[in-house]
């Protein structure tokens, strides 16, 4: 009888490229959990995350047949659920918002939830789902497949189709806001570029690039 | 601190620093508390609430939908696609799960002929006393392909050989199947077969495989469904279907049997030289020689097939 290592996920992968539905099966089994977190963190909801998860698990069958295997599967697949989070993200703020007016039209300033947290209190989801939330894209995508994933730099340097040190900057870059959203910020001042989404205006979150 | 404290920290933390970098961390009460600042935050980070078990089926039973209606039922890769793997290679040309049965009753048929033949030969000779040294000639030629036929099935060789003249001869024009058995070889047949019916969804067994870059022609490993460890599996058996096109009619036909729209040429010509198009079928030239081909829209009248070995269209038909 013909053989595979169902351990291997190139042996997986070869097999289901071929035709073979059970190994298709326990490929996207074995990964669906982490696909759905770098969804659930990138997308910032449950519901958006199973949408875009269910969407990258389709692009992940449409696509495995261009997979060639020069990458690790699991690079190959975070890549997918990156832009399938990004676009779900995309679509929903595309979505008509809802807004709390009173009636005059006046809305009041929503209230920052994370103005008092501490470190301490980052095990609240919610005020991680906001920090993340407040990141530019090429941020978020680079630190959830560094601290979610854990890819190396390179690997996501190469998932994202960037140059390592540009890895290294957007990670940094990302943290250091984390922390300071969450209530660790630096003492005023001492940062060079506070914030890279409003001062761009030298070393920029790219300057690797 | 500066940008570049924060990159050296987060270095640091990802275990990404060299070690002077993390010397120049360690010797810092400044970096040190900033580090266990990013270590908190890529804790708090990793730690993602599971997903709901209905979510997960959910999405695998949309994504094996897709399977089942875009890519099982096509022609798929006809060269490896996982070039380093070292105990399993990618399947040479693969005839979708639906035409299996149809296969092996095209087969069965052909064979039950081709032993027709031969009886009927055989007769022929006897009638004429073996007097007509060309006619002899031509049932010899057709006995033997009909015992290559069943030997490739009994013998054990370890590797499959590029399909020939003949063993294509043996089937039908556009269809070949040469099945080879490596070890214990009584069982191979039987073993096939049960792959062929294991499965109502399809989930039965592959076919045989090359190695990365190899030409169709290049000695396959097995592949199968099964997870025994490859050690404990001495037998094995690799069978490869070849949907071998040679004329215009063949192409037509096998655009009739895809159910995806055909490529624009150009495109497809674009794909194929960035190495992403997987064959559908083999397309043997005047002097035998196989090529992987993708079948394209050369216009809207006509459809070619493009050989993936010079990204060219080498056969054209108008629909």
């Known amino acids: ?209 | 601190m500066t940008d570049d404290q924060f990159e050296l920290v987060t270095a640091y933390v990802d275990g990404e620093a060299n070690l002077e970098e993390r010397a120049l961390v360690e010797a810092d009460a400044e970096l040190v508390a900033e580090v266990e600042r990013q270590r908190a935050i890529r804790a708090e980070l990793h730690d993602v609430e599971p997903p709901s078990a209905a979510s997960s089926e959910s999405a695998i039973a949309a994504a094996l939908a897709v399977f089942d209606d875009e890519i099982a039922s096509t022609a798929l890769a006809a060269t490896s696609a996982v070039p380093s793997a070292p105990d399993v290679t990618a399947p040479t040309n693969i005839v979708p799960f639906d035409q299996r049965r149809r296969m092996r009753w095209m087969q069965g048929l052909g064979a039950a002929a081709a032993v027709a033949a031969v009886v009927v030969a055989g007769a022929v000779i006897v009638t004429r006393g073996g007097d007509d040294d060309g006619s002899t000639a031509v049932e010899m030629r057709e006995s033997t392909l009909v015992e290559l036929e069943s030997e490739s099935a009994e013998q054990g060789d370890a590797a499959v050989q590029p399909p020939t003249p003949a063993e294509v001869a043996t089937t039908r024009a556009d269809e070949l199947m040469v099945a080879a058995a490596t070890a214990d070889t009584d069982g191979a047949v039987e073993a096939d077969e049960a792959a062929a019916t294991e499965s109502e969804d399809d989930a039965g067994t592959l076919a045989a495989t090359e190695p990365a870059g190899a030409g169709p022609a290049a000695p396959a490993t097995p592949v199968s469904a099964t997870s025994v460890p490859a050690a404990a599996a001495a037998p094995t058996t690799t069978a490869v279907r070849l949907v071998v096109i040679t004329t215009e009619d063949d192409l037509l036909e096998l655009a009739d049997e895809m159910k995806t729209t055909p490529l624009d040429a150009d495109d497809a010509q674009s794909e194929c030289s960035d190495g992403a198009l997987k064959a559908a079928a083999t397309f043997e030239d005047e002097d035998g020689a196989p090529h992987p081909i993708v079948v394209v829209a050369v216009d809207d009248d006509t459809i070619g097939a493009l050989t993936l070995d010079d990204c060219d269209i080498a056969l054209e038909a108008d629909r």
């Open chain 1, 1 to 209: 009888v013909p053989i595979i290592d169902t351990t291997d996920d190139r042996s997986l992968v070869a097999a289901a490229q071929a035709g073979d539905r059970r190994s298709l099966d326990i490929l996207l089994r074995r990964h669906y959990d982490k696909v759905h977190a770098v969804c659930r963190r990138i997308a910032g909801s449950s519901r958006d995350a199973d949408d875009a998860a269910q969407e990258a698990m389709i692009s992940i069958v449409r696509g495995l047949n261009r997979f060639d295997g020069r990458s690790a599967f699991t690079t190959w697949i975070y890549r997918i659920a990156t832009n399938a989070a990004l676009d779900e993200l995309r679509k929903r703020n595309r979505r008509p918002a809802l807004h709390v007016a009173d009636d005059d039209g006046y809305t009041p300033e929503a209230v920052d939830p994370l103005s008092e947290r501490t470190v301490d209190s980052v095990a609240d989801r919610m005020a991680i789902d906001a920090a993340l939330a407040d990141l530019p894209e090429e941020f978020k995508a680079a630190v959830v497949l560094r601290d979610v994933c854990d890819l190396d730099y390179g690997e996501i340097a190469e998932a994202l189709d960037i140059p390592v040190g540009t890895v290294k900057s957007r990670i940094a870059r990302a943290r250091t806001q984390l922390v300071r959203s969450l209530g660790n910020q630096p003492p005023v001042g001492e940062r060079q570029s506070p914030d890279p989404r409003i001062d761009r205006s030298h070393d920029g979150p790219d300057h690797h690039d």
